[in-house]
């Protein structure tokens, strides 16, 4: 099953129900709400859903926007954070979510885990790669301060990460809720791709499922931390859906699929129909560019 995020068209629209009529002229039948959803577009939202214009697949976390916010921000408040007061704004935003998960009839929600609180290496590795240094050794240099410097710092952010996760994984099972924990492609972010593996031997409950971002982990292939096929092999058994995106050279993402460098046909043994699969495209694509990137899509992946 197709959906088409809301990250899309959310920012140009002040009534929910003209954006989801937006996404159900592109031909979609699903639609995933994102994190840029402002309170204001929820009585048109409500509206399209409970008359059928179209369909929920998911949610991405925050969302709605927690109240004064009024521009995507998954981060305002992270699960991995020293202070407890954001950790608890965070656990009840994120239980607003799943409230209105259920009320709006989606299966899952997409959530980001936090970070670590260090100095940001990702943007600057992504412009040496760009300047053709991957190969020399101060871009090695930089890689390895990168590595060593998350993990003498992770432990008490995924601590609390981890911790924020256990109460929330608990509301959701009750729901009847899955929860998507998104690969990300900040190296500071949780759950590391090094640790994944742990996290899941950790979070066995099944409402606690993979959720696969191509463009974030071709930004990590890009960097030099992952192979992107053979890292959606390893939690292919957790996997529940994908965000689809293509990616421009090195890291500039939310790219039409077929107009960046991902091998789709790579990633296609993994996909399975009862996938969500979710397209997360940048607001500056046209809807034209948005049909020839999905039909690009599902020529290699398939209609289902």
Same mark, same amino acid.
């Given at each position: ?6 990250c899309?068209?959310?920012a ?30 929820l009585p048109g ?6 008359s059928g214009l179209i369909?929920?697949s998911t949610?991405?976390?925050?969302c709605p926007l927690?109240?004064?916010?009024t ?6 408040f ?5 202070n ?6 965070a ?5 607003k ?19 670590i ?6 943007d600057?590795?992504?412009?040496? /790669?760009?300047?053709?240094q991957?190969d020399?050794?101060?871009?090695q240099q930089?890689c390895?301060? =990168?590595? *060593? +410097?998350r993990e003498?710092?992770?432990e008490?952010?995924?601590?609390n990460?981890?911790e924020t996760?256990?109460?929330i994984e608990k ?7 899955k929860?998507g924990?998104?690969n990300?492609?900040?190296?500071e ?5 090094s640790?994944?593996?742990l996290?899941?031997r950790e979070?066995?409950n099944p409402?606690?499922c993979y ?5 974030h982990a071709q930004i990590?292939?890009n960097?030099?931390?992952?192979q992107h ?6 939690y ?5 859906g994908f965000?689809?995106h ?9 790219r039409?699929?077929?107009k960046g ?7 296609k ?6 996938h969500l699969? /979710?397209?997360e495209?940048?607001p ?9 990137g999905? =039909?690009h *899509? +599902?020529g290699?992946w398939?209609?289902?």
């Amino acid at each position: 099953m197709y959906s088409l995020s809301t990250c899309w068209n959310s920012a140009r629209h002040t009534d929910g129900r003209a954006m989801l009529q937006e996404v159900r002229d592109q031909g979609f039948e699903w639609a995933e709400l994102s994190h840029g959803t402002r309170i204001s577009l929820l009585p048109g939202i409500l509206d399209a859903v409970d008359s059928g214009l179209i369909r929920i697949s998911t949610l991405h976390n925050f969302c709605p926007l927690p109240m004064g916010v009024t521009q995507a921000a998954p981060n305002v408040f992270q699960f991995s954070s020293d202070n407890p007061r954001e950790r608890e704004n965070a656990f009840r935003y994120t239980i607003k979510t799943l409230d209105f998960a259920v009320r709006v009839k989606a299966t899952l929600v997409v959530l980001h885990m936090g970070s670590i609180d260090m100095k940001e290496y990702t943007d600057r590795l992504l412009d040496m /790669v760009g300047d053709g240094q991957k190969d020399a050794p101060r871009y090695q240099q930089v890689c390895e301060e =990168a590595s *060593l +410097k998350r993990e003498q710092r992770k432990e008490r952010y995924v601590t609390n990460a981890y911790e924020t996760l256990h109460r929330i994984e608990k509301e959701a099972a009750a729901r009847g809720l899955k929860l998507g924990i998104e690969n990300r492609e900040a190296l500071e972010e949780i759950p590391l791709e090094s640790d994944l593996f742990l996290f899941f031997r950790e979070f066995t409950n099944p409402a606690v499922c993979y959720w696969h971002d191509t463009g974030h982990a071709q930004i990590k292939e890009n960097l030099g931390f992952i192979q992107h096929a053979m890292h959606l092999e390893s939690y292919a058994d957790r996997l529940a859906g994908f965000h689809i995106h293509d990616v421009e050279f090195p890291g500039r993402d939310h790219r039409p699929p077929g107009k960046g460098m991902i091998d789709f046909a790579a990633l296609k043994p993994w996909v399975k129909a009862e996938h969500l699969k /979710v397209f997360e495209l940048s607001p500056s694509l046209t809807a034209d560019e948005v049909k020839e990137g999905v =039909a690009h *899509l +599902k020529g290699i992946w398939g209609q289902e």
